[in-house]
């Protein structure tokens, strides 16, 4: 008795469709982790780089992101924003954003000043403390505030609002304020009163989980392949089945 492969049409269509979507996936997948890890090598070389003081002047955002710098000024407290569903640790809550205006001049930064946990009251806002007058900030440029997954009609930022996103530009069209085109994660507290949190998340991070989709979906190709083979073969008439 022997075994052949057989040729089936549709099957091989079918399992081709598969193995070659799996390996684009599985190419796509280890392209964002290589991606990542460029960003992460590059975020590391310009945190280690002394901080910059940044002046009024619009900087695009290539030239200073990962880079930390010195800000002096004074938070525009009229206009706090919260972030929602911006969890830190295990624990829920939101980031405070709010503007910060350059001394002598008129260009504001956006700035992420920390998190704060969400209250057990449903809806309450948690409470805050602002420094009043000139203070000097530390911080980090980033190009976002980072992004989450948002439904419907996103509402317009508004001193005191609640949203999910929020960027420099839309900050600016509802306040009329100039504002530099990145975001400043505050590292450093400016005051006693200031207790934030200030873990931030680096964006990098997910560099593994790409690689490991990128194994899932290398796989899921192997296996379409493996099960056209094994279901392949038939029974052909050997030198035991002969009369």
Do not use: C
């Amino acid at each position: 008795m022997r075994f052949a492969l057989r040729f089936r049409p549709i099957p091989f269509i079918a399992v081709l469709v598969v193995a070659v979507i799996g390996i684009l996936l599985g190419n796509w997948q280890q392209d964002r982790a290589a991606y990542k890890t460029r960003l992460q090598q590059q975020q590391l070389a310009r945190a280690a780089e002394p901080a910059l003081e940044l002046g009024p002047a619009i900087t695009p955002v290539a030239q200073l992101v990962f880079r930390r710098v010195r800000l002096h000024g004074q938070f525009v407290a009229s206009w706090p924003i919260f972030l929602a569903n911006r969890p830190m640790g295990a624990g829920s809550g939101f980031y405070l954003a709010m503007p910060f205006k350059i001394a002598g001049s008129n260009t504001h930064v956006l700035v992420l000043r920390g998190w704060l946990p969400r209250q057990a009251e449903f809806g309450k806002l948690p409470p805050f403390a602002t420094p009043s007058g000139r203070v000097v900030l530390e911080g980090q440029v980033v190009a976002s505030t980072g992004r989450v997954m948002e439904l419907g009609v996103a509402p317009h930022p508004a001193p005191g609002a609640l949203v999910q996103n929020l960027t420099p530009h839309q900050l600016a069209t509802a306040s009329g304020l100039q504002l530099q085109p990145f975001v400043v994660q505050q590292t450093a507290p400016t005051s006693a009163a200031d207790r934030m949190a200030r873990d931030w998340p680096l964006p990098s991070a997910g560099i593994d989980k790409h690689r490991g989709y990128a194994v899932q979906w290398y796989a899921l190709a192997a296996l379409a392949v493996l099960f056209y083979v094994m279901t392949g073969f038939q029974r052909g008439p050997g030198k035991t089945d002969r009369p």
